[in-house]
């Protein structure tokens, strides 16, 4: 049985995560994402897969447009609504409620306020935490609390981040804009988002 990741090594991760793939997806998604963007971001996130003809002349426009629709929604003020629009809007073109695309073209576009929906993040909150959720509004819920209980470890950990680039291929931040940027809460709440891939990846043995 592994031994559950510590707070550190998932912080060094996101780090490492944001400054060589998502940092540029995160600018190409949230400005003006184009046809590529989204073929990029959906290829980053390994949920290109889930889109049933997505090679196919124009698909991926649809992602895009759904996407743009979404976002521009005034009426969904709430982010659990947006996401659940955005899977929606993906079920009526491809046949599946796709909800960890959703969340993640989302957080991509945004980052807070919202919480990436994943299979191994579902079975770390439901086998290691015993939490139960029937839709992504109760997701979400389960996932904050959670979070909250976590995040004061989590931002002793980011302190730590620093001492982490000599490890890395590349590094540009300055030790003071590491440490600011680790001080914001999607910087923290995606560090939790790696500690439960981690935990709810299979060789957990949880």
Not at 63 to 72: E, F, G, P, S, Y
Not at 142 to 156: H, K, M, N, P
Request: hydrophobic share 45%.
């Amino acid at each position: 049985m592994n031994s559950i990741p510590s707070y550190e090594f998932c912080a060094f991760g996101f780090l490492s995560q944001w400054l060589e793939s998502e940092f540029a997806l995160h600018a190409a998604i949230s400005s003006a994402p184009t046809e590529s963007a989204i073929r990029k971001a959906l290829a980053y996130f390994q949920v290109a897969r889930t889109f049933k003809g997505l090679d196919s002349p124009g698909k991926t426009a649809l992602i895009l447009q759904a996407l743009t629709d979404v976002r521009n929604d005034p009426t969904l003020t709430m982010p659990h609504e947006k996401v659940e629009a955005l899977a929606g809007q993906f079920q009526m073109c491809f046949h599946r409620f796709n909800l960890s695309a959703a969340s993640k073209l989302l957080w991509l576009s945004c980052k807070e306020p919202f919480i990436i929906y994943d299979t191994r993040a579902v079975k770390a909150l439901s086998r290691h935490f015993g939490r139960k959720f029937a839709d992504y509004k109760e997701y979400s819920v389960a996932w904050r609390e959670e979070f909250a209980r976590a995040q004061g470890s989590i931002r002793v950990a980011c302190e730590t981040l620093p001492k982490g680039r000599i490890f890395m291929r590349s590094c540009e931040p300055t030790d003071r804009e590491l440490l600011d940027m680790a001080k914001e809460t999607w910087f923290t709440e995606r560090v939790f988002d790696v500690f439960l891939w981690e935990v709810g990846a299979k060789n957990t043995g949880l």
